[in-house]
């Protein structure tokens, strides 16, 4: 169990640097650095200024680029990495408990499911809805692979029944969270992120010039959706849809902080601990996740701060779903002194 528990601690780091480099790579518009899958310009390796003339010759409508090729083949490495990692995590976990587990099989299809989405970024030259899939599926694995983290650790403390609401309103937090990373992958993906620059919305008038229809078509049959191929308007309406999307996430997520942070103040102190840690840890990647947002506006999407806006946001992702989590793992037992009086507010059963 000990190497098990290790080997899920390197994984979440690394999936942590395939996070980071993804966003690089998308951000720096190295999608395409590469024509091709797994390789690169038909090299392992990261073709340099010297292999032009040999790579002209095999994809003669997209000319090399080195730092995007670098870009591409640095993620691939490290994804592809992870993959065996995650490979070694099932295979452990069959051989130390003789049967298939859920959480690790789920770690192996989805990684398997990442790569295969991987291929289809390049292979459908940068279709929207697989970059946005794939941001989606990055986000849930490294997800996954902290709640495995948390069932390996023996949670053998019982704590007071749950209100429902507070079950509910973290079940709404989580949901609330993917609607928004996805908004915000495609966002990315269909490159409006600075369809509006200014605040707090877009400019004057846009209110008249939203396109709901196209902004969330899927737009098939284009041969490259590099660069996009919506129109102004359309992006402005993703846009401002991600911008009000936050609002509400800020709202959500936030109110379910607060709920189980109050929660746990009525816990004796030994329980209280972990409940509080992790209100306090959503709150906090909750606030940072929005002054990022705003910051990526007012500074005209600077490189750090964008990619510190989605390694963030998939940090705020599993922060929230280990806290709602938790709550499910709670035993249900008689209630006691200052949690009663927190669940006599609570109509609803727990």
């Known amino acids: 169990m000990m190497w098990t528990k290790r080997l899920v601690s390197f994984a979440i780091a690394l999936t942590m640097v395939v996070i980071v480099l993804g966003a690089y790579t998308r951000l720096t518009d190295a999608g395409l650095g590469c024509p091709d899958w797994p ?15 040999i790579a002209a010759s095999r994809f003669p409508e997209r000319p090399l680029e080195p730092h995007k090729a670098r870009n591409e083949m640095v993620h691939r490495y490290f994804a592809g990495t992870l993959g065996l990692v995650i490979a070694g995590i099932f295979l452990l976990s069959w051989w130390q408990q003789r049967k298939v587990r859920l959480l690790p099989t789920a770690l192996l299809l989805l990684v398997v499911f990442q790569a295969a989405l991987g291929m289809w970024t390049v292979t459908l030259n940068l ?68 369809a509006c620059v200014e605040l707090p919305f877009c400019h004057s008038g846009w209110t008249s010039q939203l396109r709901a229809a196209e902004a969330f078509d899927l737009h098939l049959g284009h041969d490259n959706y590099e660069f996009g191929v919506m129109s102004k308007e359309a992006r402005q309406t993703i846009h401002v849809s991600h911008r009000l999307g936050a609002i509400l996430t800020v709202l959500v997520v936030g109110f379910f902080a607060w709920q189980l942070w109050r929660f746990s103040r009525n816990l004796p102190a030994s329980e209280a601990q972990l409940h509080k840690r992790q209100a306090q840890l959503v709150l906090l990647l909750l606030l940072l996740q929005f002054c990022l947002g705003v910051l990526n506006i007012w500074w005209l999407l600077p490189l750090p701060n964008a990619v510190a806006h989605n390694f963030v946001a998939a ?31 609570d109509r609803s059963p727990a």
């Open 39 to 53: 390789g690169c310009y038909g090299f392992l390796q990261v073709p340099q200024d010297h292999h032009a003339e």
């Open 315 to 345: 940090n705020l992702l599993a922060a929230t779903v280990l806290a709602r989590y938790g709550l499910r793992q709670q035993r249900q037992v008689s209630v006691t002194g200052t949690a009663s009086q927190y669940l006599s507010s």
């Open 127 to 194: 279709f929207p809805l697989v970059v946005m899939g794939h941001l989606l599926g990055g986000f849930t694995l490294l997800t996954l692979l902290w709640l495995y983290r948390r069932q390996l650790k023996p949670d053998d403390h019982a704590t007071a029944a749950v209100p429902l609401r507070l079950r509910r309103a973290g079940t709404l937090a989580c949901a609330m969270l993917v609607g928004q990373i996805a908004l915000g992958g495609w966002t990315s993906a269909n490159y409006a992120a600075l």
